[in-house]
Every structure is written in C-alpha cells, then in structure tokens.
C-alpha cells in the first residue's frame, strides 16, 4: 500500500465523524421542532374534532379524533343561532378599514421620521414612539369621553378613529425604511420626483416584507379585538364577531360542540390572511431593524 492511500485512510474517519455528527444534530433538532409543532397544534386538532361531534361526545375518553358520524349541521346551526353573519360582516369592516388606514398612516409617517431631515425630528419620534409603554387602560376611559363628547359611542366611526393611528406601526417601518439607502432618494430627487412620488413609487415598492408584517399584526389584533367593541359598541346589529362569540356561549354555554365550530370558524380569516403573507412576514421580521 502506497504512502497516499495509508494517508486517505487515516484522513477518512476525521472527515466523516463530523458530517454524521452535524446530520444527526439536524435530526435531532428537526424531531424536537416537528414534536413542539404537534404540541402547539394538539388543542386546535382538537377544536376541530370537537366541532363535528355531538355534544354529549365532545368530553368522551378515549378521545375520538375522527367522528365516526361527523355533524356537518353545526357549521350550519352556528349562522341561524344568532346573527352570526352579520358580526362577521362587522369585523371584516372594521378589519379592513382600520388595516388600510393604520398601512397608510404608519408607512407616511415612518417615511417622514426616516428620510426627511426637519427640526425636532427624533425628539417627536421618541415621544411618539413613548406613547406605547403607556398601558391603554390608562387613558382607556378619557378616550370614551371624548368619543361620547363627539357622538361617536355605539358607532363603528369610535373604532375606526381610535385604530387609524399607530405608534408600533411606525416605529416598525420606520426601521425597515432605515435600511433602504439614501442613495437612490437622493438620485430620483435629482430626476425631479416629488418626495410623494417618491413615497409611492420607491418606498411603498420597496417596503412588501414591512408592510405585509403591519398588515399581519394590526388585521389580527382588529380581528380579535374584544375591550374595544365591548365598551364602544351596544346595537346589536353592530356587535363584532368576538362579541358574537360571547353571546353565543352565554346562550349556549352547555353546547360546546357548536361554540367550538363558532369559535373554528372565527379564525378562518386570520389564518387564510397569515398563510397568504407569511413569505413577507418571515423576510419582514429578518430584515426590519437591520440597517444596510
């Protein structure tokens, strides 16, 4: 045997040893990450099976992960038991329009405290900024007041208004537009665009991860939104679906199959909405704050 295949096999277990130690690492990690999954999404399978069984089924053990008979009727009982549609119509409303106006006023002024140079810039943006450790419990009940001074209370307007605005928002894109250089401002400024056109035609483009975040974060927080209407809305007709879907329990609080196809059906539209952006929300949580 020559010099070089003695040397080869010497060399071959300090090459090999470390590649089957990393695989297996990876092995090991992803096993963990798949069980935790499992985990997190036990109780949701279960609300799942629980919907499509009879009510005197749902607390059986063994558990019956698949009914045997499964009751498709509650999907329909759930929208003739209350008004069920009519709440859904409501948050939709005000999920769409308070996310809509929250995108525009946040990326607005996030591009003014992140590319314009006027005085008392990043005193203003830090006392904005401020304003989220201030508990909302805090000016919870002057905000009421005000709402009621200007005959706003019992209308979806108290939401919308309260919402439009938000200092997480800001602060959120304002650091993702950090990171966009000045360089290509500066050069369409050159070419003779407007700081709007640039705003629209360059930032906005630009800012998809950022702003699918937003969209993210405010549409759940609307959507799920449960002191808010409560203490704003008293019509019936414009009750919320988290209003709805206390109602629902307090007449039907020992029919738990249909509360857990109410409460199933509630979160359809979150989920459909992170599944659609959750591309640009993952790049948006890596790159926001990362100044290039």
């Known amino acids: ?10 060399h071959e277990p300090s090459v090999i040893y470390p590649r089957l130690k990393i695989r297996l690492g990876r092995v ?10 499992l985990l997190m999404l036990l109780p949701f399978l279960w609300m799942i099976s629980a919907s499509l069984k009879m009510d005197k089924d749902v607390f059986r053990y063994p558990i019956e ?11 329909i009982a759930i929208w003739t038991r209350i008004p069920f549609l009519t709440f859904f119509a409501n948050t939709l409303k005000l999920t769409v329009t308070i996310t809509l106006l929250q995108v525009f006023t946040s990326s607005f002024a996030a591009y003014a405290f992140a590319k314009l140079h006027f005085p008392g810039r990043d005193l203003l943006f830090l006392a904005y900024i401020g304003s989220i450790a201030i508990p909302w419990q805090v000016y919870m009940v002057p905000q009421f ?7 706003l209370v019992d209308n979806h307007a108290s939401l919308i208004l309260l919402q439009a605005f938000s200092a997480f928002g800001v602060f959120l894109l304002r650091q993702f537009f950090v990171s966009i250089p000045d360089e290509i401002l500066d050069a369409a400024r050159i070419d003779g665009m407007s700081e709007y056109g640039i705003y629209f035609r360059i930032m906005l483009p630009l800012s998809k991860p950022a702003l699918a975040t937003l969209t993210i974060f405010t549409s759940v927080a609307v959507w799920n939104d449960f002191m808010g209407p409560l203490i704003y809305l008293t019509s019936q007709h414009l009750k919320t679906i988290q209003l709805g879907l206390r109602m629902f329990i307090q007449q039907y609080s020992a029919d738990y199959a249909l509360i857990m196809a109410a409460a199933l059906v509630s979160l359809i539209p979150v989920v459909i909405l992170f599944l659609a952006l959750q591309r640009f929300f993952v790049e948006g949580i890596a790159t926001t704050g990362v100044k290039g």
């Open 28 to 37: 090991i990690t992803y096993a963990i990450l798949i069980s935790l999954a």
């Open 65 to 75: 992960w698949v009914p045997a008979i499964p009751q498709w009727s509650n999907y």
């Open 1 to 10: 045997m020559d010099s070089s295949a003695a040397q080869t096999l010497v």
């Open 145 to 151: 007041i005000m709402m009621r001074q200007l005959g």
